[in-house]
């Protein structure tokens, strides 16, 4: 735990960090940038891994996480689109 760490909020594990992500996303109607969901996330947690997480973990599924202008979306996956 960093030493500036607060023991009574510890940051969640990067397998949560990634739910929390996914969720916001998914509440979204519109796409989310990496600072909009930093803010939205516990203080310690890093959006930036947990949205290239994702973006892995979603690679070749039915729906995609991908950039939409500045932000990001889930989209669905352009070969399913039709």
Known sequence: MPKDA???FPVPPAAEQERLVEALL???PEPLSAEEIAQRLPEGCDAEAALD????????R???LSRAGRGW???TAEDVAR
């Open 53 to 60: 997480a994702l973006a892995r973990r979603y690679a070749g």
């Open 73 to 75: 979306a889930f989209r």
């Open 6 to 8: 607060d023991p009574l």
């Open 26 to 28: 998914f509440a979204s």
């Open 62 to 64: 039915g729906v995609s």
